[in-house]
Structure formats: structure tokens, C-alpha cells
């Protein structure tokens, strides 16, 4: 975690235990999420039903992560670089998890949209989600990295996404008012629009956490013009 | 475009916070407070040719603790030693710079060290108490101070003195008994009634529990924070966690330098030296 080692050696490899599980998770959403836009684009219902069934896979890896930054914290008493990635460990974790929680229920709404023909408002949702995806896997890189402006760039891209879910609201709305005959549909779509909406929303709070470890606050570097705090301000 | 590829390589530069560098001995932080008891400006400290303090300047501020951190052999212990004079005793040690004590210099060819040391007092790794009974080794210091007029007056003065330690109610009905019969922990707050017994302004301690139990060292760090109400606090420490748990500022400190003071927040959370960073981390040597 650091250009040093620890002194206590064990301790080091605890850090980096943590660090590669999360860096795990990391893959195992992502997958999630890819598998999910694929049944989503594909009306794949084996596909969708394989991405529900996986998702106790994915809560058992929060579990242990908590567990690993809980016994770092009580036995090594972490400090400064090595106290916040701790504590943002344990952030990411709860938003990979929820992450893919929105990943399983989207594979749900699949299911019901198979019989579907709505391309327009299909075609939107599908590029959030391949938006919500590239951002994941960028997050991700940023976290191994510790790059923060790789953070600062995902964080902007979720505007892209709001912009296009409320973009896809309105036409949703009109839809519903002149084709009541297809509400429940139209519905679903919604469900669908804002599981995508809301992964863009726990991805920017883990670039959020990529600032918070090499920075020490998330609240005034990202409006800064560059996106990034005047050295030791 | 050439402008583009500059960007790119600042960039790839800088992926994160940049901390400042190792070889940089420059302080660090505030090393001011708004309303400081002492101050200390460009001190310097030599043990014959060694070098042990270099151009230390500190303001420690009135009802706060400051803790003093940093690896064996950096100079805590020195520059605390230099607040109330305690140098003066070693014949090999001499001290350039200016330390004030309420705008006073402390160094000044008018000060009596028995006095500022009372002003200053100071309480050590190991408990040492007098051979003496309890009741005397916290009257001996108004007796010589001449601070009580009668003998109620001393009562008084020893009664407060081990009420304020948080010793009172242990000791109360035993105060003939001697000093060193108490446990180390009671020791040590024995030690620091007998210096709150002589009203002083700042008390310092140097590793006050390096030679006691975590419960005995629980009681004392209370007690600090007890004390920091009416007292000013300079503590010297080896534990990084008794450092962040007793102190307002903290100041680290590496071979003979002073690296960087801040908040002790967030000295340990997010400091902006990478040698304060290497130590609070174990990352040092």
C-alpha cells in the first residue's frame, strides 16, 4: 500500500490481503454487472438467472472484508495512508455490494421484459449500463493505482448518466400517458433505468473513496478546476 | 498538442498526494498557537560537538497538551528538557535560541532555575518519589517554596495537591505511610501531585507511563485531561496511541529536527510529511 514496507511484516501482508480481496469483489461486480447488460441486450433469461444466483458470492466477499478490516483495526491500530484505506476498504465493499445487488435486480427485470419490443427506451438504458460499466472498471483501476485523477474522471461521468435517466424519464412518462395499455412495462423500464442510475451513483462514492485515501477529506478537492487539491493545502 | 503531452506527463506524475520529501528538514505546519504560554525560537542543543537539537521553533499553548513523538535518539526529550532548564545540569550541554516563558525569557541572566523549575515542573519515566512519607513528598516543595503560612495551609495545599493527582481517596487515611510503598501507578501520580503542590504553569512530563500498567496509565492519561483545564501540558511519548489520545498538537521529531506539528488529528489521519507519514505508519528506517 505504500513505496515502504511495514516493519512488522505481517502486517503488511493483512493490508495487502485486504487490498487484493477488495480488488477481487472489484472483479466479481464487474462481472455481475457485464453479465447482466449481456442478458439485458440479449434477453438471455438463463444468463440473467445465473447473475441472481451468484449474488451470495458477493455478499460473502463483504463479509470477509469486513472481517479483515475489523481485525486490522483492533490489532494494528492502522495510521494515517494505512488508517484511511482501511476505512475506505470497508466502504467499498458495502458499495460493490449494493453495486451488485442493482446488477441482480436488473437480470430480475429481465425476465419480465423479454417479450418487450421497445427499442428506443431499451437502447437508452442499455447505454447507461455499458456507461455504469466502463465506470466500474475504471474505479477499479483507479483504486489498484491510487490514481486519483483516473477517480476524479469516473466521477464526472456519472452527470452523462443522470443526464440520459432523466432524458429517459420524460420519454417514459409521455409513453405512459398515450399507451396506458402498457404501463407495467413501462414500469419494469423504470426499475431497470434506476438500478442503472443508482450503480452510477455507489460508483462515484468508491472515487470518491479512491480521493479519500490519498487525500484525507472527499469534500474540497473535486470541484477544484484540475480536480485535485493545491499540494499540502 | 505539445501542451496535451505536457499535461499527460504531469499526470503520469502525479497519480496522487505528493508528501513532502524525506530529505526536506523544513517544519512543517503551524508551529504558532493564538495564545501561547511558552514560545521557543531557533533553539539549538549540543552535547559537546553532537548537535542534538537543530533551530527548533514551538509555541506550546496555554490549557493544551502537546506530545512530543518520534524514534529513540531525535531529540523529544532534549527540547523538553530545555523548557524549565534541566539541562543546565549536564556540564556538556549548551543551548542557543529563545524560550519564553509568558513573554519572559527563560534563559535570561536574572532567572533563578529553583523558582522556573517550579513554574515548570516536570515529571519523569520512572516514579521517584522521596524516601519519605506521602504527606511529605507533597509538602516538601511548599515548605521550601515557602508557599504555606501555617500548617493548615500546608494541609490544604497536600490535600488538593492529591485530589487534583485523583490519589486523595487512596491515600487519604495512609499519609504517614512512605511514598515508595504505593504501587508504581499511585507512584506516578504521587510524583504529579507533588509537582501541581508548588502552582505551577506548564508540567511536563517525559514518558510519564512507559513504566506502568495499561490500567495505571488509563488513570494518568485521564488525569492529563484533567489537568490540561488548568494546567499546560508538554508530554513526551513513545506510544503513538497515548499521543493521540491525550494531546491537542502534536510535534515529530527526527534526529534532532523538528519535522512537522499540526492538530493531532490530523497528524495521524493525514500528515504532509513522509517522514511523519513513514513513523505513524511503522514504516520507519
Not at chain 2, 543551548?95 to 525569557?105: N, Q, R
Request: proline share 3%; hydrophobic share 40%.
Amino acid at each position: 500500500m505504500d513505496d515502504r514496507k511495514h516493519i512488522v511484516r505481517s502486517y503488511d501482508r493483512e493490508l495487502d490481503l485486504l487490498k487484493a480481496r477488495l480488488e477481487e469483489m472489484g472483479q466479481a461486480a464487474e462481472e455481475q454487472l457485464a453479465s447482466a447488460i449481456e442478458a439485458l441486450v440479449t434477453r438471455d433469461n438463463r444468463l440473467a438467472r445465473d447473475v441472481i444466483n451468484r449474488d451470495p458470492r458477493i455478499n460473502a466477499f463483504q463479509n470477509e472484508i469486513d472481517g479483515l478490516a475489523v481485525e486490522i483495526l483492533a490489532l494494528r491500530q492502522p495510521m494515517a495512508h494505512d488508517l484511511r484505506h482501511v476505512i475506505s476498504g470497508l466502504k467499498i465493499a458495502a458499495e460493490l455490494e449494493r453495486i451488485a445487488d442493482y446488477a441482480a435486480n436488473v437480470a430480475r427485470h429481465v425476465m419480465d421484459l423479454d417479450h418487450v419490443c421497445l427499442e428506443k427506451p431499451l437502447d437508452l438504458i442499455i447505454r447507461m449500463a455499458k456507461i455504469a460499466r466502463g465506470m466500474l472498471s475504471a474505479v477499479l483501476d483507479a483504486y489498484q493505482a491510487l490514481n486519483v485523477y483516473r477517480a476524479i474522471d469516473v466521477w464526472k461521468q456519472d452527470k452523462e448518466i443522470d443526464r440520459i435517466y432523466e432524458d429517459l424519464l420524460s420519454r417514459l412518462r409521455l409513453y405512459m400517458s398515450v399507451d396506458s395499455q402498457n404501463v407495467q412495462t413501462y414500469t419494469n423500464l423504470i426499475f431497470v433505468a434506476r438500478c442503472c442510475e443508482r450503480i452510477g451513483d455507489h460508483i462515484k462514492n468508491i472515487a470518491e473513496s479512491v480521493y479519500y485515501i490519498e487525500y484525507g477529506d472527499t469534500d474540497s478537492g473535486l470541484d477544484l478546476p484540475d480536480g485535485v487539491k493545491k499540494e499540502n493545502a | 498538442m505539445a501542451e496535451m503531452k505536457s499535461q499527460e506527463s504531469a499526470r503520469s506524475k502525479k497519480d496522487g498526494r505528493t508528501l513532502v520529501d524525506r530529505e526536506n528538514r523544513q517544519t512543517v505546519g503551524d508551529i504558532t498557537v493564538e495564545d501561547p504560554r511558552m514560545t521557543c525560537r531557533d533553539v539549538n542543543v549540543y552535547y559537546g560537538e553532537k548537535h542534538a537539537i537543530k533551530n527548533v521553533s514551538l509555541d506550546i499553548g496555554r490549557n493544551e497538551v502537546v506530545a512530543m513523538i518520534g524514534p529513540s535518539g531525535c531529540g523529544k526529550s532534549t527540547f523538553i528538557r530545555c523548557l524549565n532548564r534541566m539541562n543546565d545540569t549536564i556540564e556538556s550541554c549548551r543551548v542557543s535560541g529563545e524560550i519564553t516563558l509568558d513573554g519572559k525569557d527563560i534563559y535570561g541572566k536574572d532567572i533563578d532555575v529553583v523558582p522556573l523549575r517550579a513554574q515548570v515542573g516536570m515529571v519523569f519515566q520512572k516514579p521517584n518519589p522521596f524516601p519519605k512519607s506521602i504527606y511529605d513528598n507533597i509538602a516538601y516543595g511548599p515548605r521550601i517554596h515557602g508557599l504555606a503560612q501555617n500548617k493548615a495551609e500546608l494541609d490544604e495545599i497536600v490535600e488538593t495537591s492529591l485530589i487534583k493527582a485523583g490519589l486523595w481517596e487512596e491515600v487519604k487515611d495512609i499519609m504517614d505511610h512512605p511514598g515508595t510503598g504505593l504501587s508504581g501507578g499511585q507512584q506516578q501520580r504521587l510524583c504529579i501531585a507533588r509537582t501541581i503542590a508548588v502552582s505551577p504553569e506548564v508540567i511536563l512530563m517525559d514518558e510519564p507511563c512507559s513504566a506502568l500498567d495499561p490500567i495505571a496509565t488509563a488513570v494518568i492519561e485521564d488525569l492529563i485531561d484533567e489537568l490540561r483545564k488548568q494546567y499546560t501540558i508538554a508530554i513526551v511519548t513513545h506510544s503513538m496511541q497515548q499521543a493521540s489520545r491525550v494531546s491537542q498538537r502534536t510535534a515529530y521529531f527526527h534526529l534532532g529536527d523538528l519535522i512537522e506539528v499540526g492538530p493531532t488529528t490530523k497528524i495521524f489521519t493525514r500528515p504532509n510529511h513522509q517522514l511523519t507519514e513513514d513513523y505513524i505508519t511503522g514504516r520507519f528506517g
